[in-house]
T-cell receptor
Framework: SQTIHQWPATLVQPVGSPLSLECTVE??????LYWYRQAAGRGLQLLFY??????ISSEVPQNLSASRPQDRQFILSSKKLLLSDSGFYLC???????????FGPGTRLTVL | GQNIDQPTEMTATEGAIVQINCTYQ??????LFWYQQHAGEAPTFLSY????GLEEKGRFSSFLSRSKGYSYLLLKELQMKDSASYLC?????????FGAGTRLTVKP
């Protein structure tokens, strides 16, 4: 069966510090991968999605970037965090663009 | 977000039935998903509709009308554990967009 992992589970970082969040998927090949952010009490905002290694589509221009160095690994990064980057970051995978998305446990990021 | 509208909050009583509505922009529509999200947790998949009509899964059912750009999630025999946010999501061409979610509170 397929599983999706994210780490860390929680993170507190100062403004201006770098960020690296990792997501890995097991039990499937060539998945579509997604990064979402959810601000407190708000809906899911799609940040990036990837249909293959090295292929990244950005939905919202901002100080975040994503990379997919391996088929089942998706990384969200920032060189300098802003206060507005605080939120719940969710990684998801699907078999295709129109298929059900399955979410990882999420990373709660607080930028102080 | 992205032309997907659902009520912000709803309250219902344990044992009752509640219907959560969702309207969406019909252009490029390819399917409608419902997810449940408990506070502090990731969303979990509940249902998927691509054709008009009702899909039933135990206590949960989901309805779709493609011509009207309308869906609802029906929860029967409400339990306290059903208190959560319910997210409507529309698959559109090459991606999926989520509504802001409806926070349901089930009271004894």
């Amino acid at each position: 069966s397929q599983t999706i992992h994210q780490w860390p589970a929680t993170l507190v970082q100062p403004v201006g510090s770098p960020l690296s969040l990792e997501c890995t998927v097991e039990g499937t090949s060539n998945p579509n991968l997604y990064w979402y952010r959810q601000a407190a009490g708000r809906g899911l905002q799609l940040l990036f999605y990837s249909v293959g290694i090295g292929q990244i589509s950005s939905e919202v221009p901002q100080n975040l970037s994503a990379s997919r160095p391996q088929d089942r690994q998706f990384i969200l990064s920032s060189k300098k965090l802003l206060l507005s980057d605080s939120g719940f970051y969710l990684c998801a995978w699907s078999g295709g663009a129109l298929d059900t998305q399955y979410f990882g446990p999420g990373t709660r990021l607080t930028v102080l | 977000g992205q032309n997907i509208d659902q009520p912000t909050e709803m309250t219902a009583t344990e044992g009752a039935i509640v219907q959560i509505n969702c309207t969406y922009q019909t252009s490029g529509f390819n399917g409608l998903f419902w997810y449940q999200q408990h506070a502090g947790e990731a969303p979990t998949f509940l249902s998927y509709n691509v054709l008009d009509g009702l899909e039933e899964k135990g206590r949960f059912s989901s309805f779709l009308s493609r011509s009207k750009g309308y869906s609802y999630l029906l929860l029967k025999e409400l339990q306290m554990k059903d208190s959560a946010s319910y997210l409507c999501a529309r698959a559109n061409n090459n991606d999926m967009r989520f509504g802001a979610g409806t926070r349901l509170t089930v009271k004894p």
